[in-house]
């Protein structure tokens, strides 16, 4: 560990709340370097949904690599590429009747953002955004304006202009619809909201507190837009790619985005890759106007492939996720209500899910308690109050009971007092060349 307390910034977050060196992994699991094996409710933060070191993924990656494929492209067209785009029309957008071009931005979510932003103002004629309070959007200074963390805002160092903030879903409580809110200052000209380019939302708030919008919001928030010829850009990056239970977040509200913005696990593997999808007649960019030396990972067109084929040639894989989120769902209903004494409640949509535990000291006792018996879970919200769930989507049921099991009773100990976590520590000795196949 001297190493990184020597050379490595200040700025670390995740390996504060997990301070190990891991050195392996496989499917649902971390190993650090002593051999102790972790069970991964965090996947990069959304980032590892088919798990990691996904072997189906992996193998084609490497065959790949073997054969000198194309690593660095920039924009040129090449073979990777050519088969990501047909794998996607066939499997994602086609059988969807979505007609989006797709733009190779920077590989990160915030360069997706930033992007969308630029095209909506463009396109448009209009400076002004509209998002959403407990938003979050990325760190780059663009995304970042659009970002209602105050912790992350702080950061700028400069003023973040650009941007009305309104009310989410929900939070000016139940009862209250807040595009009507929206609609309403949008139609008074002396509301003090400039005329917006787009409106930016997540369906479902990943960083915010898996704050989960209603379809009814999400259709009347489209109509808001339609109505005042606004662009709709969903920010998909943490919620697609099947987290919610279907590919596309916003597909149950049966909206159709003007622009949707895609990173995280759009690789499967945990490669940096970043798109922006919109409708064809938005694409008024002139050559190069937003570009950037790695718009467009090789690595991650071929395991993006791969993905598509395996997991979204039908419907059978979303059902699984919907399987699956039910059962966590009602889990952490069961939790909350047994040992929230009426204060916790549970959030999220699929298997994107929360267990709101109110003050942010308390549920980072809980998911430190988790940690001691080898879970890796985080937590989210404006205080980090919430204990936000997701494991990969490929967990098995064995494995998803089991973590929920140590959630559970990290809660009951933090809670109540009673000391029954189950521990899953196991050590393995794993050479370095060795696979994890007794997982």
């Known amino acids: 560990m001297k190493i990184f307390e020597e050379i490595e910034s200040e700025v670390q977050s995740y390996a504060r709340a997990f301070p ?3 050195n392996k992994a496989q499917g649902s699991y971390l ?15 959304g980032t590892l949904n088919y798990g990691h070191n996904n072997p189906v993924l992996k193998k084609k990656l490497v065959e790949y690599i073997m054969d000198d494929g194309i690593t660095h492209g920039l924009d040129l067209h090449t073979k990777a590429k050519g088969e990501f785009l047909e ?21 990160t979510g915030t360069n997706a953002v930033e992007a969308a932003m630029k095209l909506a103002r463009n396109v448009t004629g209009r400076e002004n955004i509209i998002t959403f309070t407990n938003g979050f959007h990325g760190c780059s200074l663009g995304a970042l304006a659009a970002t209602g963390n105050s912790h992350h805002r702080g950061a700028a160092g400069t003023g973040l202009g650009g941007i009305s903030r309104v009310p989410f879903d929900g939070y000016l409580g139940d009862g209250i619809e807040t595009t009507e809110y929206l609609d309403k200052v949008l139609s008074d000209s002396s509301s ?13 708030q990943g960083e915010g507190g898996i704050n989960a919008a209603s379809m009814s919001w999400l259709k009347n928030l489209e109509l808001v837009c339609k109505k005042h010829e606004i662009l709709l850009i969903v920010d998909d990056i943490q919620a697609g790619c099947g987290r919610t239970g279907t590919f596309f977040s916003f597909e149950p509200a049966g909206i159709n ?4 913005t895609m990173s995280k696990s759009l690789s499967g593997y945990g490669l940096p890759f970043a798109v922006v999808l919109f409708r064809p007649e938005l694409d008024q960019w002139k050559p190069g106007e937003h570009n950037g030396t790695f718009r467009g990972n090789n690595l991650a067109f071929v395991t993006a492939k791969v993905a598509l084929e395996t997991y979204w040639r039908d419907d059978s894989f979303a059902k699984e996720i919907q399987r699956k989120g039910a059962y966590i769902e009602a889990r952490l209903n069961d939790m909350a209500a047994e040992l929230g004494e009426g204060n916790f409640s ?14 942010g000291e308390l549920a980072s006792k809980i998911t430190r308690e988790c940690f001691k018996h080898n879970l890796i879970i985080e937590t989210s919200g404006a205080d980090d109050q919430v204990v936000k769930f997701l494991c990969p989507l490929t967990i098995s049921d064995d494995e998803l009971r089991h973590g929920l099991d140590i959630v559970e009773s990290a809660i009951r100990l933090v809670c109540k007092g009673e000391d029954t976590v189950p521990s899953c520590m196991e050590k393995y000795s794993i050479s370095p060349g060795e696979q994890c196949s007794r997982l």
């Open 257 to 260: 985005p003007d622009i949707v």
């Open 192 to 204: 003090g909201v400039d005329h917006p380019a787009a409106v930016l939302v997540e369906t479902v």
């Open 87 to 107: 794998a996607f029309k066939q499997y994602i957008l086609e059988p969807r009747g979505l007609e989006y071009v797709m733009q190779f931005t920077g590989p």
């Open 31 to 45: 190993f650090d370097e002593e051999g102790n094996r972790y069970l991964d409710f965090l996947a990069g933060a």
């Open 20 to 22: 190990r060196v891991f």
């Open 346 to 359: 549970v959030r999220g949509r699929g298997m994107m899910r929360g267990i709101n535990c109110i003050s």
